[in-house]
């Protein structure tokens, strides 16, 4: 039986301002990329995920972004090599800390928003998020887009990696992701999730909004938490590779 990883950004409520429904999610999901403070998230939700990901058995994750609370981490933001280095330096710290404190430990690393785009397209950038994380922890496992420069710098780095494809988001023919802004980018129905994903894993290969197939490594699927469906998008892709006859558990383990 075919194991596979379901993720999700978890954690990226602030103070009383609340995105998700964060402990329905934590029933489904496997892996939890946590918000470390910079995009999304403040240090009371951060504790408050972490306690809720040991007590699901949930592998536990640094999420870093831009400093962008206004843009939910999603605006470009030109960084040179050693800012980001700094950047996810310490938001990495922040959620070891934070796990550890929870009785858990970070198992995996994934960068969000436009400072994950960025790195899907230039090596430079991956190259010294990926370096700055292996250099914290070496045994980390880094979440990468396949097929983009992000797998070239793990692979480079010798680094554990995964490879992640997205449950309701399209792609274009070099495997970035379609734009949120173009039509069709972001995927709403639950059955056409469910059957799209199953055939990508089945093929081990992403496939394209155009057909393309682009063979790759999968191991994880992440799950969108911040929108009106995503719950029931959520439960629906867990049932539908279920009955499809996929082990749902944590990759790496």
């Not at 960084?79 to 330096?89: D, G, K, P, Q, R």
């Amino acid at each position: 039986m075919a194991k596979i990883d379901l993720n999700a950004d978890i954690g990226e409520s602030f103070g009383p301002w609340i995105m998700g429904n964060d402990a329905a999610l934590m029933e489904v999901i496997t892996s939890a990329n946590v918000a470390c403070g910079f995009h999304a998230g403040d240090p009371d939700v951060m504790a408050q995920t972490m306690r809720a990901a040991v007590a699901n058995d949930v592998g536990i994750g640094a999420h870093p972004g831009f400093a962008d609370l206004q843009g939910f981490g999603r605006r470009r933001i030109k960084l040179s090599a050693e800012e980001l280095t700094n950047l996810v330096t310490y938001q990495l710290g922040a959620a070891q800390a934070m796990a550890r404190a929870a009785g858990g430990a970070v198992r995996h690393f994934k960068l969000h928003g436009a400072l994950s785009n960025m790195a899907s397209e230039d090596i430079e950038i991956a190259r010294a998020c990926y370096s700055a994380a292996l250099k914290v922890q070496p045994d980390i496992i880094l979440v990468v887009l396949p097929q983009t420069p992000m797998e070239q710098v793990a692979r480079e780095l010798e680094a554990n990696w995964a490879g992640e494809i997205f449950a309701d988001r399209a792609y274009e023919d070099d495997a970035s992701l379609m734009a949120r802004s173009k039509p069709g980018a972001v995927l709403h129905d639950a059955g056409e999730v469910g059957a799209r994903i199953e055939e990508m894993l089945r093929k081990g290969a992403i496939v394209t909004a155009s057909g393309k197939e682009i063979p790759c490594k999968i191991d994880t699927v992440c799950l969108h938490g911040d929108g009106a469906e995503a719950l029931a998008m959520a439960r629906a892709l867990r049932g539908h590779l279920t009955e499809a006859g996929f082990e749902i558990g944590r990759f790496g383990a």
